[in-house]
């Protein structure tokens, strides 16, 4: 499992470089989750969860100040959690999350970035089910045998924990994102590699080369929409 995790985020890597498109997408999403109840993290669990990665990604402070007064003033602006499900080429698996203050121009380019670049949309629950809503974070300076006894002291149960490169990475479940966090900053450990909630799946499929390349504009132009927060998919990319 470890190995995949990584895999995925070498390749975000490139993307994540565009940091005014990944600014803006943590700027909606910070404003959401403080909508949903008091703009404070310790109150707030879902708003702590996207802090939380918002400081894995060095997203300034100005950005989620702005984004937490906004939620804090008069704005009355709505926006929609809406997924789409599809399959790229040769079979495989993507799911789209995305936060939308307009339905009517999310689906269409939702699908229209899947028409072009080999891909169609499926219904609803067509690709989820082959996928696992997982707690993922890691951290550095720690081996596997202390990260298992901070987690047992504090009798905090995950699924695996796992090292890679130089890094220990915890899968739990998702309600357990908090208590694993927890243990943690309770052990000292304030700095995270990684802190998502993410959709892992239950099996990964490699691609020829060619559809490779083209699965990567799929994702690519999935990801460079602007209502497209996460993006999911089942490819382990070839080293």
């Known amino acids: 499992m470890g190995r995949k995790w990584n895999n995925i985020k070498e390749k975000k890597a490139s993307k994540d470089a565009n940091t005014s498109r990944i600014y803006a997408k943590f700027g909606v999403e910070i404003y959401v989750a403080a909508k949903k109840g008091e703009p404070d993290p310790e109150s707030n669990r879902a708003l702590k969860v996207v802090l939380e990665r918002a400081k894995t990604y060095n997203v300034p402070k100005a950005i989620i100040d702005r984004a937490l007064d906004k939620a804090k003033g008069s704005s009355e602006e709505t926006y929609q959690e809406l997924r789409y499900e ?5 079979g495989s698996m993507v799911i789209v999350d995305t936060l939308t203050n307009n339905v009517n121009r999310t689906a269409p380019e939702v ?31 720690k081996t ?8 047992m002291e504090a009798d905090v149960e995950v699924r695996d924990i796992v ?6 990475i915890v899968y739990a479940e998702p309600d357990q994102f908090h208590a694993v966090q927890e243990a943690f900053k309770n052990a000292g450990i304030t700095e995270f590699t990684v802190a ?3 959709m892992l799946p239950q099996n990964y499929v490699t691609l020829p080369k060619e559809a490779e390349a083209q699965f990567e504009k799929l994702i690519d132009a999935l990801e460079d929409l ?14």
């Open 144 to 151: 596997i045998d202390e990260v298992f006894e901070i987690l």
């Open 226 to 239: 602007e209502d497209v927060q996460q993006v999911y998919h089942n490819v382990e990319f070839e080293d």
């Open 86 to 90: 599809g399959f790229g080429p040769n």
């Open 196 to 198: 998502e909630l993410t």
């Open 111 to 141: 699908r229209s970035a899947f028409n072009k670049n080999g891909g169609n949309m499926g219904v609803s629950g067509s690709v989820s089910y082959m996928f696992d809503a997982t707690a993922v974070i890691g951290m550095e300076g």
């Open 163 to 168: 090292e890679e490169d130089d890094s220990v």
